[in-house]
C-alpha cells in the first residue's frame, strides 16, 4: 500500500506540472495521466509476480514518450519502478547483467531527446520534469535498498528463531533424556534396596521368628511359664518387624516397576512372530503390570505354539475406570500335525494350562477375560478395574518370576 500510495503521489505531481504546461485539462493530459496510473499499477503487480518483465510498462512509456513529448509527465512513475527492480535478479551472463543494468536508465533516453530537440520555450517544462524523474529514481532506489534490507533481516530473523527452536528441540531431549536415565537409575536402585531388604533381613528375621517359637515350646515343655511368655513377646515383636520389612519391600518394589519397559520386554518374548505394540498406559501398580506382562507373554507363547500366525497386534488402553489389554494375532489354530483347525470358537472351547493361569491372574485383580476366535485369529481381552476397584494380590506361582524378570 505504501508503494502505491508514493505512485499516487508521482501521478498528482505529474498532473500538476502537465496542467501547467498545457494550461488547462485537455484530452491528451488526460491521456497521459492515465498512461502513468495504468503504469504504476501494472508495474506493481509485475514487480510482485515477477520481476523480469517490468521493463514492459517501463518501455511502453518511454516509447510513448518518444512518440510525443507530452508523455514525458509520466516518466517518473516509470523511474520509480525501474529503480525499484531487484539488483539480485536471475542473470544468465555478463551481457545480460549489463543489459538489466542499463535497462534502469531507459526512463531517461526520451528526456534527453526532448531536451535536445524540442524548442527552447519548452525547455522549463521538460527540465522539470526530468528533475522529478531523477528525484523519482532515487526515492525507488532507497525505497529497494529498504526493502533488501528488510527481506534480510527478516530470513536473518527466521535463520535465527529456526536455530533457536532446534536448540530448544536439542535441549528439551538432551533433558528427556537425562530425566529418562535419572528415573531409570532411580528404579534400579529402588529394586536393588528391596531385593537386598529381601535377601538378607527377611531371611534374618525370620530365622530369628523360629528361633523364639522354638525357644517358647522349649519353655513350654519345661513348664516355665515366664520364659515362655517372654518368648511369645518377642516371636510377636519380631513378627510385626517382619509384616512392616515386607510391606517396605513391596512398595520399593511398586516404585521400580517401569511400566513401558515391561511391556516393552513382553512384547519381544516370541522372536518367530511379528508384534506390533501400541502403549497407551503411561503408569499402573506393580501387581497390574506383572498381570498385563505375564498375560501378554502366555499369549504370544500359545500364538506362536498353536497357531499359523505371523504377526500380533498388542493394545493397551487406559480408560478412566479400567486398563485394557487385547492381543489379536492373524493365524488360525493348528492342530499338532500342523492341519489347520476349523474357525470355530466351539471347537477350541477347552482351556489349556496357559488360559487358565490368564484367567487366574485377571480374577486375582477383580478383572474380566475373554478368549476366543475373532475374525481371522485368537484373540485376549483382559480388563482390569482400576485400584479403587482392585485388590492387590501376589500371586505366588512361577509365573510372577518370569514376568518380574
Not at 501547467?20 to 484530452?27: E, I, K, L, M, N
Not at 525501474?82 to 538489466?100: I, K
Request: aromatic share 4%; charged share 20%; hydrophobic share 45%.
Amino acid at each position: 500500500m505504501n508503494r502505491i500510495a508514493d505512485k499516487l503521489m508521482l501521478a498528482v505531481l505529474c498532473a500538476l506540472l502537465l496542467a501547467r504546461d498545457s494550461g488547462g485539462v485537455t484530452p491528451l493530459s488526460i491521456a497521459v495521466i492515465l498512461t502513468a496510473i495504468c503504469c504504476a499499477g501494472l508495474g506493481e503487480w509485475l514487480l510482485s509476480a515477477g520481476p523480469e518483465q517490468t521493463w514492459v510498462p517501463i518501455s511502453a512509456v518511454s516509447i510513448a514518450a518518444l512518440c510525443s513529448p507530452t508523455f514525458v509527465f509520466s516518466l517518473p512513475v516509470a523511474a520509480y519502478d525501474a529503480a525499484r527492480v531487484p539488483a539480485d535478479a536471475p542473470r544468465a551472463d555478463a551481457w545480460g547483467a549489463t543489459m538489466r543494468h542499463a535497462f534502469r536508465f531507459v526512463w531517461a533516453l526520451p528526456l534527453a531527446t526532448a531536451l535536445l530537440l524540442e524548442s527552447p520555450h519548452r525547455h522549463s517544462a521538460t527540465a522539470t520534469a526530468t528533475a522529478l524523474s531523477c528525484i523519482a529514481y532515487l526515492w525507488g532506489r532507497s525505497v529497494r535498498r529498504r526493502t533488501e534490507l528488510t527481506n534480510r533481516l527478516r530470513a536473518t530473523q527466521d535463520a535465527l528463531r529456526g536455530d533457536t527452536r532446534m536448540l530448544r528441540a536439542r535441549l528439551a531431549d538432551a533433558q528427556e533424556e537425562r530425566s529418562t536415565a535419572t528415573r531409570m537409575a532411580t528404579l534400579n536402585e529402588r529394586t536393588r534396596i528391596a531385593r537386598d531388604i529381601h535377601d538378607n533381613v527377611g531371611h534374618l528375621l525370620t530365622r530369628a521368628i523360629m528361633q523364639s517359637e522354638a525357644d517358647r515350646v522349649v519353655a513350654e515343655a519345661r513348664r516355665d511359664t515366664v520364659a515362655a511368655q517372654q518368648f511369645a513377646d518377642v516371636n510377636t515383636t519380631i513378627s510385626e518387624a517382619m509384616t512392616m520389612v515386607r510391606r517396605s519391600v513391596h512398595d520399593l518394589d511398586d516404585a521400580g516397576v517401569d511400566f513401558h519397559a515391561w511391556m516393552a520386554d513382553a512384547a519381544r518374548s516370541t522372536a518367530r512372530l511379528r508384534v506390533t505394540l501400541h502403549n497407551a498406559i503411561d503408569s499402573a501398580p506393580a501387581p497390574v503390570a506383572r498381570c498385563l506382562a505375564a498375560i501378554i507373554r502366555e499369549s504370544l507363547a500359545n500364538t506362536a505354539r498353536h497357531s499359523a500366525a505371523d504377526s500380533v497386534a498388542v493394545s493397551l488402553q487406559d480408560f478412566p475406570a479400567f486398563w485394557q489389554l487385547v492381543v489379536q494375532d492373524n493365524g488360525r489354530i493348528v492342530d499338532r500335525d500342523g492341519t489347520p483347525s476349523p474357525n470355530t470358537a466351539a471347537e477350541h472351547d477347552v482351556r489349556g494350562m496357559g488360559l487358565a493361569d490368564i484367567e487366574t491372574r485377571v480374577r486375582a485383580l477383580d478383572g474380566t477375560c475373554s478368549t476366543g476366535m475373532n475374525d481371522t485369529g485368537w484373540r485376549v481381552f483382559v480388563s482390569i478395574p482400576k485400584p479403587k476397584q482392585a485388590k492387590d494380590p501376589e500371586p505366588e506361582h512361577p509365573g510372577d518370576q518370569g514376568a518380574q524378570a
